[in-house]
């Protein structure tokens, strides 16, 4: 394989920048043909200072999205839809312009309002609003119906946690079962992720767990522990529970072809450039990013409150690697666990 070793000072070294910035703790797993490396810094806990570890479980925020795009490619796959289907074909009446499509909600191009902009306008009054509510997903469709679409349908992309959240919708009214039932059967049991739940509305993490610490928007108020809530506000656009393990064999397994077919499997990786540097580009439910040692990976982010994920693997699945810091609301935070993947995947940057 052309992959160069990984860096793993250089993994270390990103780790420890994040708690430097405000994480009580950060961890990353490499898989990859040289074996199994596991990093660890900091406390997996900032009240109990129990150290960090990547042998616990933790909510892994929008690499929920891929799960999700995952299962409504597999019914596609099936038969059960066509990707360039009008939504409003298998949910009558559910949205207001017939031509926004099931591709539209997997590649961020409806044009649907994110109504976690106005969720969490204020970081923490916004999430101890909705920490222990508990919201069908019609209702999170409606709030983002409450405000215009942000682009025409198909024209741009454009971010929207309520992109997935209808897709989640799609995959009960496909399935006739629930979401747990659906990335259970259809991911979870497949692939013997032991470690991946999907509780919701149940708020806690099962087992060995991180907790999550929300930096609050005023500069100098302590950390809150976000570790409990139900993530009802997130659901199939973010409410799953994983660990690095299952996350690595997850990505590696979907770029390998054993979720998809390959129709399927070649729709999500087509990709629409998302920045002007046309270094980060995104198919359906699926990130990709071009490292400056000209390799691309693929996988997706996560914020979700107390915790940022990155989980990526190589287009062959030969490399993987999931790196997560244990606070949110905090950018220097996510920038700098953002700097595993090119020490992952690139290795030891010439000298
Ligand atoms: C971007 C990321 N998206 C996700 O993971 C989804 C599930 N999360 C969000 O939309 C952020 C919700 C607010 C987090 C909160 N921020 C605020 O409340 C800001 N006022 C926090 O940082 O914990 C992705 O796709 O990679």
């Known amino acids: 394989s052309g992959l160069a070793e990984p860096d793993l000072e250089g993994v270390r070294a990103a780790l420890l920048r994040a708690t430097e910035l405000g994480a009580p703790g950060a961890m990353a797993r490499i898989d990859g043909p040289e074996g199994v490396s596991r990093l660890a810094v900091g406390e997996r806990d900032a009240d109990t ?199 690595n064999r997850f990505v590696g397994a979907l770029t390998e072809g054993e979720l998809l077919g390959t129709e399927q499997l070649d729709a999500m990786l087509t990709m629409t450039p998302t920045d002007a540097t046309n270094t980060r580009f995104y198919g359906l439910g699926l990130r990709r990013y071009a490292l400056s040692c000209g390799l691309s990976v693929l996988g997706h982010t996560g914020t979700v409150q107390g915790f940022y994920t990155y989980a990526f693997t190589t287009e062959d699945g030969e490399r993987r690697l999931t790196a997560m810091a244990n606070a949110s609301n905090n950018g220097p935070v996510n920038t700098a666990l953002g700097g595993t993947l090119e020490a992952a995947f690139c290795g030891e940057r010439p000298a």
């Open 49 to 247: 200072g129990l150290p960090m570890t990547t042998r616990a479980r933790f909510r892994v925020g929008s690499v929920t999205k891929t799960f999700t795009s995952v299962v409504l490619l597999q019914l596609i796959g099936e038969g059960a839809a066509g990707l360039d289907d009008p939504v409003n074909r298998h949910l009558p009446g559910l949205l207001p312009d017939d031509r926004i499509t099931l591709r539209h909600l997997l590649s961020h191009r409806s044009g649907l309002w994110d109504y976690t902009n106005d969720m969490f306008a204020r970081t923490v009054p916004g999430f101890e609003s909705v920490r222990d509510r508990v919201f069908s997903l019609q209702e999170l469709v409606d709030l983002s119906l409450s405000r215009p679409l942000t682009v025409e349908p198909g024209s741009a992309y454009a971010y929207s946690n309520s992109n997935f959240v209808v897709a989640g919708m799609l995959i009960e009214r496909l399935t006739g079962a629930s979401l747990a039932d659906a990335y259970r059967e259809r991911i979870i049991q497949p692939l013997d992720l032991d470690d991946t739940f999907y509780v919701h509305p149940r708020t806690r993490i099962p087992g060995t767990h991180i907790s999550g610490h929300l930096t609050p928007d005023e500069a100098g108020l302590p950390l809150v522990d976000s570790t409990r809530q139900t993530a009802s506000w997130a659901q199939s656009a973010g409410a799953m529970i994983s660990s690095p393990a299952d996350l």
